[in-house]
């Protein structure tokens, strides 16, 4: 049996109930969408009492499949206007799927107060947060686990989500506590805050209520699956070096986004790549991995642990996008740097994309200098201090632009772009530009495409790949198992039959492409159109050094993804 | 002979030329909604090289019709990316009709210099803004005089509109020079500022270009029209209080902003009425005047001149919409706090509609008390400092709300409400939402309706209102001939015709709606579409008192205004 378990802020009710048939074959994020776009009014105050923030495993969630436990949560966002998923690591998903329940939504707004949702064997229930209120994210955990399990999964959001500030997002525990496997995206966070939930604990012991359709054919198929992931060789970079793997190639395509993505080249790249990175913390020792695992049974660890020259913990992990929006994008190539920044984004709960983004556009309106890593953390200390001109940094690059006079904001649907300029990536661009989602890389992530420079092909290379993207993100799996288990989409289709039963899926392709539909008409219900489908205009007209190149698929293609 | 001037700011040429045929019966809104819809991308950056300003006296402008000087502005839009016209008072429509100019559009975007554009007999010429940057626009106007002539008409922006802030306005020197009449609406100021230009003076001395189609038939009918006006009651009520006249009236019907638009009574509005600005006028005598014209000729005489307490002047003109939004709305019961806040507004160059309500916001969110002028003036005083919080200011009401994690935000496509809370003056409701440009009274002002309480018949009411308004702002006519003119449209109708000729007009509703079409048509290329034309989600909910209204006109009935 799985369940829904509904909580309303308003009146501080929670009911727990076998999932309605509709849903029984969607997960992650198609129920997230398939709920919004049933429940939420399209038009609605993102942050008013008619939004819901739906949380989800995905549909292999708390399954022996490596890979499987992203947790989907959405909402509409405050961001984009639009709707939102927004897909993260760590333990949440897996013991939500073992505790058999399909969806949190939460409903409502609760008056001032502060709540804590505790979920646990004998049910679910809310409590006021007290001490917990205004506390940073790896503090509240901290205390959260001393005062409930010590094992518990714990979805949190820190001050930024309780200041509503639109660039906040929602964190995970990861599977040693660390609360630090970001939803970062979207502003969900303050979607979250609005409804005055501080936090959800997850305490799982003795429960295991996964079913399957076939479980020993699951598990042999799984067990197949596994082992090619395992042997794969670009799984097994991202093993060694992490995320920051692909910025020698990024930068190699000059697509590195740099002084505000006014460069696609980065002249002090070696100091902030996957290599570099792995380098210091083999040197440094310590506490420090270059490997780690997100999740528990996670076998391609592409997570770090990147420690300071004691060998103490400095944050973890350290991806290639904070490092791309935090270094490349403010000209800082101090990797310790990069990495205080992301530990207090991490604490106050903020996607580091939006604020790096956020930094490079008041950089370049003179808040400070490019390169001035010093004055770079200051500003982010600003938004944990909850000053005014810290709440405009945390409200997005959108946001700071629009203060500032800067018209070179680097947004779609009023969201940041993750570091690929699509000038120079461009069938990134066409993604950014038409995913329901706003600029978001993780909707169908082209890097790895044929002639990014070239305008020709990329919109039926994204289409695909967001398609791809969202089925992987609707089952729970991390993106990164495209490396092996693109090849072999049947096994993967055959999998979830095993799981869900057999009429879960006939083609993953068209399982992706019927979420992405839903995400549309939820938008065009909102008021979006294909005039949002664009990107900021300065990209059509600057050219990007060294390649000169300007973003040139033509607003037609751009419609034929999703509007024709 | 009527010349559109052409001004490119790129490459700082200027072109003179006959106006083609098509727009030879477009003057005003209509002329700079037609062109704006005919040359502007509709999906352009605001700020950016392909938006155009377009400044348009009205089809009357120049001649002998009282009230008949008011200037057209127009672009797209920062502030609610749509279109946007804004319509001004003062000397400087008069001067252009009588140069013989149709239009002034400006084009393109000069890089980081500023410039003064000289109109003159001799023709028309850039020249450096040099000491003038950054001038307040009292200091300006002064300056431009003593350099130019001591009658030139001047077209100007503030610091505000240099820094690209989305409430700045574009102002207009009145008949004595005083830079105070103001397009302030829609953010022009910005787009104005973006193109580099500080400010229009026009020199129009020995030059009268008006043609008329039967100059004295026209002479005839305008007279008659004149008298008419000079009699009229209303128009008399307007001349001895000015435009606060009509507070009490808001007030009566519990629709004055009142404490971030949460209560249409204010229990000191006695303080702040018409009657008290007109008794305090008169006590303190001196350079104070009830009643004064903005423009030459004009028998209204609505505006006022406001003295300080020894008779100097304080502000020229103190109008209804700022004393609602920066009285009422802010719990301030000061006429004198009102009138310096208001003096700052126009010398920074801001709408004071805007500010105000982005105030009252902030109060809303703690960063000052309601009530407390002193913080509220030094608010304003960080606008024109430039600081990183006045910016904010200065940057509109939505955007203080997001920053600051406010929902209960009085706008409509980003643009704030005038001073009738539209829960208790739903006529103006059905305007803010589905005029094209934004909550703006004077697309459509229904506060003297009957039944403002009732949500029946206030869409006929405001659709009938927007189309006569499109027509007034079309011919260059102030809205308050209204009150004589309405009951006698086949009069103005055929004064058209013999400024004009006979085909310029059939009917007057049926001129008023070409614009209104032409207006959605540009917004609905630009992306915006019913959902926009809506109200903030909290006036359909949350009870307005004393009278516990909520905005209950359907979203069906509202579509029907502009999207059936």
């Known amino acids: 049996m799985e369940k829904f378990i509904r909580v309303n802020m308003t009146d501080l009710t929670i009911s727990e109930k076998q999932a309605p048939a509709k849903y029984r074959y969607l997960g992650g994020r198609a129920l997230t969408s398939q709920i919004i776009l049933d429940e939420v009014i399209p038009n609605c105050e993102p942050l008013g009492e008619f939004n819901k923030l739906v949380i989800a495993p995905g549909l292999l969630g708390g399954t022996t499949l490596s890979s499987s436990g992203r947790i989907s949560i959405g909402a509409k966002s405050p961001l984009t206007g639009g709707i939102k998923e927004s897909n993260g690591g760590g333990n949440t998903a897996q013991k939500l799927a073992k505790m058999g329940f399909k969806a949190i939504i939460v409903e409502g707004l609760a008056e001032n107060d502060k709540f804590l949702l505790v979920i646990e064997k004998t049910g679910a229930h809310l409590v006021p947060a007290g001490d917990c209120a205004s506390l940073g994210t790896y503090k509240l955990v901290e205390k959260l686990r001393e005062t409930y ?136 020792g310590g506490k420090g991995k270059p490997s780690h695992s997100c999740m528990p049974g996670c076998l391609i660890g592409c997570s770090s642990i990147y420690p300071d020259s004691n060998g103490e913990v400095l944050v973890a992990p350290l991806e290639y996008e904070t490092i791309g929006l935090m270094g490349s994008n403010l000209v800082i190539d101090d990797l310790d740097a990069i990495a205080r920044m992301n530990y207090l984004c991490n604490d106050y709960g903020l996607d580091t994309i939006e604020i790096g983004a956020a930094l490079g556009v008041a950089m370049q309106a003179g808040l400070a200098e490019f390169g001035d890593s010093k004055a770079a953390e200051q500003m982010v200390r600003e938004i944990g201090k909850g000053t005014v001109l810290g709440r405009m940094f945390g409200s997005g690059a959108a946001i700071v632009g629009k203060i500032m006079g800067i018209t070179r904001v680097p947004t779609v649907k009023g969201q940041a772009m993750p570091a690929y300029d699509p000038r120079a990536v461009k069938g990134n661009g066409v993604t950014y530009a038409t995913s329901p989602m706003g600029a978001d890389h993780t909707s169908g992530n082209c890097i790895r495409g044929k002639n990014p420079h070239s305008p020709e092909g990329q919109v039926d290379l994204s289409a695909n790949s967001q398609k791809m993207m969202a089925a992987y993100d609707s089952l729970g799996l991390c993106v990164f198992v495209g490396a092996a288990f693109n090849s072999q989409l049947e096994k993967v289709e055959q999998l979830v039959a095993t799981k869900a039963g057999k009429e879960a899926i006939e083609s993953f392709l068209e399982f992706g492409e019927a979420v992405l539909k839903s995400e549309r008409k939820f938008n065009q219900l909102a008021g979006l159109s294909c005039k949002d489908d664009r990107l900021p205009e300065y990209m059509k007209y600057e050219k990007l050094g060294p390649n000169n190149l300007v973003f040139d698929v033509s607003d037609g293609e751009l419609d034929s993804v999703g509007y024709l």
């Open 149 to 284: 399990h010590g094992k518990a999964g714990i979805i949190a959001i820190g001050p930024a989500g309780e200041m509503s500030l639109a660039a906040a997002g929602i964190t995970n525990t990861d599977k040693d506590g660390n609360p630090s496997r970001y939803c970062g995206r979207g502003g969900l966070g303050a979607v979250m805050g609005s409804k005055g939930l501080k936090a959800i604990i997850l305490d799982d012991r003795n429960v295991d209520n996964v079913n399957y359709d076939n479980e020993s054919e699951f598990k042999r198929l799984a067990s197949e699956l596994n082992k090619n992931l395992q042997d794969n060789n670009v799984v097994k970079t991202y093993r060694k070096y992490g995320t920051p793997a692909i910025l020698d190639l990024v930068q190699e395509l000059g697509g590195l986004p740099t002084k505000n993505f006014s460069q696609g080249k980065f002249d002090r790249a070696d100091k902030i790549s996957g290599e570099a990175m792995y380098d210091t913390i083999i040197a440094r």
